[in-house]
């Protein structure tokens, strides 16, 4: 009778773990969560600074992620290497990628978030047999809010960052600016860690650079409905950083350009209904790609919509959302 019933605690334990994954995610479904990516280099603390001003307001949590390689050396650490994960923030012994998460903070304290004060709290957990396994320090905030500095052990940095949304979820990724990008044809065998993070995402993704920093926003419509939805996303997170907002709609020719002309219409009226008012409304005629970036170069933040097209899809089809992604030289958030 007795190995009968000892099955059933190892259930009760599993269901009950998976409630309060449940409650989790369901409370974290009702804030806005930023996920920042990290590698250390100089360029990628705009993702940061980014984070910060996205996320200005007592809804938004900021997740500051690192992704560093399985083990890097540090079976040989043994007990230091515990001890330093229990503490992560405040130990001798520094972890790999400890440091920058430290600068995150930094930059995070200059941009207006201090959390200095705020209770904290670190957690870690077991990852692909590593000795410092999976390390993050939240700070919480009395009403509500969190700032998080996760490390994530993974064996491959794209992975890592896909594999924390499922931790999530979160509303937007922020990956800075990659040395090169890949054709959708190469990029089939192979990709780097932004383009595939920017293929792969399942939420919104910017692309974060460095020109125009506290530049407007020009939001693109083409007046179908999930352009819209992305015109009313972008509009609030606009109005809230306050930051003006600038609407373009491209006819690819003279014969289409009244259909664009009725898009920006739109959209301008459905953000007024709002109480949000554009600064101005545009219209421009030829390659839809190139007259975006000629136009969005000049603002801080170019919004466009994903089209929600597989691979393969782009391909044959290609993707004016991810062709401006990779040659604008201005931040580019893409709306999912």
């Not at 650490?77 to 430290?102: K, T």
């Not at 097209?309 to 993707?319: A, C, D, E, F, I």
Request: aromatic share 6%.
């Amino acid at each position: 009778m007795s190995f009968l019933k000892r099955p059933i605690l190892p259930v009760r334990q599993e269901a009950a773990v998976e409630k309060t994954i449940a409650a989790l995610k369901a409370q974290r479904r009702n804030r806005f969560r930023i996920l920042a990516c990290i590698d250390g280099s100089d360029e990628s603390f705009i993702t940061v600074r980014k984070a910060a001003r996205f996320g200005c307001t007592p809804e938004c949590d900021i997740i500051i992620l690192f992704v560093r390689p399985i083990d890097q050396g540090l079976h040989s650490g043994g007990l230091q290497v515990r001890l330093a994960r229990q503490n992560m923030m405040d130990a001798g012994f520094e972890l790999p990628g400890v440091s920058h998460l430290r600068r995150a903070l930094e930059i995070l304290k200059a941009e207006g978030l201090d959390v200095s004060n705020w209770e904290k709290e670190t957690q870690y957990q077991d990852a692909w047999g590593d000795p410092a396994g999976d390390t993050k320090t939240e700070y919480h905030e009395p009403e509500g809010r969190s700032v998080v500095l996760k490390l994530k052990t993974a064996p491959d940095v794209a992975v890592g960052i896909l594999d924390q949304y499922e931790l999530g979820p979160y509303n937007l990724m922020i990956v800075g600016e990659p040395s090169r990008w890949r054709s959708e044809l190469k990029s089939f065998f192979g990709s780097g860690v932004v383009q595939s993070i920017v293929t792969m995402a399942p939420c919104s993704v910017m692309v974060a650079r460095k020109s125009n920093e506290r530049g407007g926003f020009l939001i693109v419509t083409d007046g179908t409905f999930r352009s819209m939805q992305a015109v009313r996303r972008a509009g609030v997170q606009a109005h809230v950083m306050g930051r003006d907002i600038t609407l373009l709609s491209v006819a690819a020719t003279m014969e289409e350009k009244a259909t664009a002309q009725e898009s920006v219409a739109n959209a301008a009226a459905l953000l007024r209904a709002m109480g949000i008012h554009p600064k101005a409304t545009l219209v421009e005629v030829g390659d839809p790609v190139t007259r975006i970036i000629e136009v969005g170069n000049a603002y801080g933040t170019l919004v466009v919509t994903d089209e929600k097209r597989s691979r393969v899809q782009r391909v044959l089809k290609g993707s004016v959302a991810n062709s401006v992604v990779q040659k604008a030289s201005t931040s580019v958030l893409e709306v999912r």
